[in-house]
């Protein structure tokens, strides 16, 4: 919390704000030697959706690699934490998307960021290679169809369905589990 500024607009932050999306970060990276995320400096909360000047449209959040900077509705933080078996968690899903271009930017260096963009790289080539577990993943409609929507969603929301679901996920696609387990290297009781 202290590597952290944190933001109201329209909305006092409290400890538990800082305390749930510093645990986020937390659960992401707890089995990465990598854990300091260096794309995000502030965090911003809005009491629900809020306009983005970056393209114009109302969101519930999102991660500004320019002001380094993750930006949240509380309304939506809290319901994904609430409702834990929809698949939806927003902080988990902004949270990936600056541990993404972190380690984008950070893979020379960095073992863990290696691993998770190696490990990534791997998953999308075999979905690739293997169009009938594709196939299965897109029809079975257990990824929301926002997974689809370029290459950024896709990890999103796929990290977000392993968290929020672990079990469900191993059994219905084993293969790709064990891979989404491998990028966060997650050796943890019930996953």
Partial sequence: MKDKEFIGKDI??????????VATQTKLTFGLRD????????????????????????????????????VFSWKDILHGYKVHNDNIN????EFIH?????????????????????SYIELTDALDQNIALKNKLISSKYLRDYAYTNQFEF?????????????EFKSQFPEIYMKVKGMLNFNFSGY
């Avoid at 927003?90 to 899903?93: D, R, W």
């Avoid at 600056?98 to 190696?118: C, E, P």
């Fill in 90 to 93: 927003l902080a988990v899903h």
């Fill in 12 to 21: 006092d932050v409290t400890d538990e704000m800082k305390i749930i999306i």
């Fill in 35 to 70: 854990y300091r995320i260096g794309t995000v400096e502030r965090i911003i909360f809005y009491p629900t959706e809020f306009y983005s000047r970056t393209n114009k449209a109302y969101h519930k959040g999102e991660f500004n690699l320019g002001y380094k900077a993750l």
């Fill in 98 to 118: 600056a541990i993404h271009f972190y380690y984008l930017s950070a893979r020379r260096r960095s073992t863990s960021a290696a691993i998770f963009i190696d």
């Fill in 155 to 167: 990890l999103a929301v796929i990290i977000e369905t392993f968290i929020e679901t672990p079990q």
